[in-house]
C-alpha cells in the first residue's frame, strides 16, 4: 500500500508547504512551527477527511483548507503532549520543547491552533463546531489521561473514555468535517463520524501496544499511559492480554469498516478501506 502516491497525500503536503513558505521571514515563530510542520507523519486523519469528502461526492479541492486544519491542529496537540510527557524525541527527531524550549513550544502550538481556525472560516458553521468540539474532547482526554497515573482504580471504562476523547475526537471530526464539506446529510455524516472514532480508538489501542512491547524506539517519554495490555494484564498473563488486546482492534475495525460499506463502491471507498488497514494493523510487525 504506497499512500504517499495519492493525490490527497500529496495535496496535504503541499499545503502544509504553502502554509509554511508563506509565514512572513520576520515571524519569530516561523522556525518552529516549520520545525513541527516538516517532521514527517503519516498524514492519516487529512487523508481520511478528504476521502470523507469524496464518498460524498465532493471533489479534493472541497476539503483541502480543512485537512490542513485537522493536520495542523494534530501536531499543536503532539507539540503540547511532549511538553506535558517532557518527551525528547518525536519520529526520529527532537520534540518542539527540546529544540526550542517549552515556551516556543507552547506558543508554536497556539500558532497552528489560530492558523487551523483561519484555515475553517470559509466553512460551514457545522464544520467549524465539529472542530471545535474534536479540540475540547482532546484536551478531556489528556486530562483523563493525566490523572489516570495518580489513580489507583484506572479501568478499561476510564481507558476508553480517555482514548476516545484524547484520539478518537479528532479522527471522527475529521470524518464528518469531510462529509460536511461535502454537503452530506445527516446520516452519511453520523455514519463516517463513528467511522472515523472506531478507527481512531483502534488506532490508539495498538499505538499503546506497541509501546507496552518496546517496538516504539524512537520516543523516548518520560511518562508513559498505562494501556490495555496492562489492564487486562492484571487478570491474565500477558500473552493472553495481548491476544484479548488485538481482538479489541478487530472489532474496532470490523464496526468502522461495516460502516463504510453502507457508502456505494468507489476508488475514494477502497482508500478508506486501505487506511483504516494502515492506520492500524499495518502498524503491527
Ligand atoms: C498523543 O498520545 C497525544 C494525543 C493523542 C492528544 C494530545 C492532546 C492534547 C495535548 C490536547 C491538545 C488540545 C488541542 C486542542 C490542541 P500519546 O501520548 O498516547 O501518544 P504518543 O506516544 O504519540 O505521545
Ligand atoms: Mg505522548
Redesign the pocket.
Known amino acids: 500500500m504506497n499512500i504517499e502516491s495519492w493525490e490527497e497525500f500529496q495535496q496535504i503536503n503541499q499545503a502544509i508547504t504553502r502554509f509554511t513558505d508563506g509565514i512572513e521571514d520576520g515571524i519569530y515563530l516561523k522556525e518552529a512551527v516549520s520545525h513541527i510542520c516538516n517532521s514527517g507523519g503519516k498524514k492519516i486523519r487529512p487523508i481520511m477527511l478528504l476521502l470523507s469528502a469524496e464518498v460524498c461526492d465532493a471533489k479534493i479541492e472541497d476539503g483541502l483548507d480543512a485537512a490542513l486544519a485537522i493536520e495542523l ?1 494534530h501536531s ?3 507539540v ?3 511538553l ?2 517532557m ?1 525528547t524525541i ?1 519520529r526520529g527527531i527532537e520534540t518542539t520543547n527540546e529544540k526550542y524550549g517549552n515556551g516556543i513550544a507552547m506558543l508554536a ?1 497556539d500558532y497552528l ?1 489560530s492558523k487551523s481556525i483561519e484555515l475553517l472560516a470559509s466553512y460551514k458553521k457545522e464544520v467549524i463546531a465539529e472542530f471545535g468540539k474534536a ?1 475540547m474532547r ?2 478531556e ?2 486530562v483523563i ?1 493525566i490523572k489516570g497515573f495518580s489513580e489507583k482504580q484506572w479501568n478499561e471504562e476510564k481507558y476508553f473514555r480517555c482514548i476516545r476523547n ?2 478518537a475526537s479528532l479522527f471522527a471530526a475529521s470524518t464528518a468535517m469531510g462529509a460536511y464539506a461535502a454537503d452530506a446529510d445527516e446520516d452519511k455524516v453520523a455514519c463516517l463520524r463513528e467511522y472515523g472514532e472506531r478507527v481512531g480508538a483502534a488506532y ?1 489501542i495498538l ?2 501496544l506497541l ?1 507496552y512491547r518496546k517496538i ?1 524506539n524512537d ?1 523516548h ?1 518520560i511518562q508513559h ?1 498505562t494501556g490495555l495490555v496492562e489492564i487486562y494484564s492484571m487478570h491474565m498473563n500477558s500473552a493472553d492480554a495481548m491476544r484479548k488486546v488485538e481482538e479489541r482492534v478487530h472489532e474496532e475495525v470490523n464496526f468502522a469498516n461495516s460502516l463504510l460499506k453502507k457508502f456505494p463502491d468507489s476508488p475514494a471507498r477502497d482508500k478508506l478501506f486501505q487506511i483504516t488497514e494502515y492506520a492500524t494493523f499495518c502498524m503491527l510487525p
Open positions: 491542529i499543536a496537540s503532539l503540547h503532549d511532549d506535558l510527557d518527551g518525536r502550538g491552533i479540540g482532546m484536551a482526554g489528556e489521561d484524547k484520539t490508539q499505538d499503546d509501546e516504539l520516543k517519554s499511559s
